[in-house]
């Protein structure tokens, strides 16, 4: 399964670092590529995943996240 999160609130190199350590955190992931000037993150997860964990594990790091699309 993949899909897309929208994120607010990335400013640099740390932020990015930030969003990937949340969502590595989270069972499931296969990856996720963070894109500092998309302000997005793609993320391939495993089959029944659900997208709602990887939205509270980037907003638990203290940005705003949404589905993109």
């Known amino acids: 399964m993949q ?8 400013t640099c190199g740390g932020c990015v670092r930030s969003v990937e350590k ?3 955190g989270v069972t499931g992931l ?3 590529k963070v894109d500092l000037a998309k ?3 793609l993320i ?3 089959a029944g995943a659900d997208p709602a ?3 509270t594990a ?9 589905l993109a699309g």
């Open 3 to 10: 899909f897309t999160l929208k994120i607010e609130g990335m």
């Open 22 to 24: 949340a969502l590595a």
């Open 30 to 32: 296969k990856s996720a």
């Open 39 to 41: 302000a997005e993150a």
């Open 44 to 46: 391939e997860t495993e």
């Open 53 to 55: 964990r990887f939205l």
């Open 58 to 66: 980037v907003e638990d790091a203290g940005y705003d996240a949404r």
